[in-house]
């Protein structure tokens, strides 16, 4: 049977699993996610590549306009 909660194949390649790559690099939560998504694109279920795709996308967008925000001191 297949580990499906502690390390599920989709999350894993070549021996490394994302959550080891996104806390190696301290990534934020967005980022975090947008590395998830992009590295399960397909994996997880083959007909749903693009929409992974699009999830890393809304992730990454969302971060930007935060950190703009941040920046010009509006948050």
Do not use: C
Request: net charge negative; no cysteine.
């Amino acid at each position: 049977m297949k580990e499906r909660i502690n390390h599920p194949d989709h999350y894993v390649a070549n021996g490394v699993e994302v959550i080891d790559f996104v806390e190696a690099y301290r990534l934020p939560f967005h980022l975090g996610a947008v590395v998830k998504y992009i590295a399960r694109a397909g994996r997880k279920d083959s007909s749903e590549y693009i929409e992974d795709l699009k999830k890393a996308q809304w992730y990454l967008d969302r971060y930007v306009v935060w950190m703009t925000k941040e920046r010009e001191g509006e948050i």
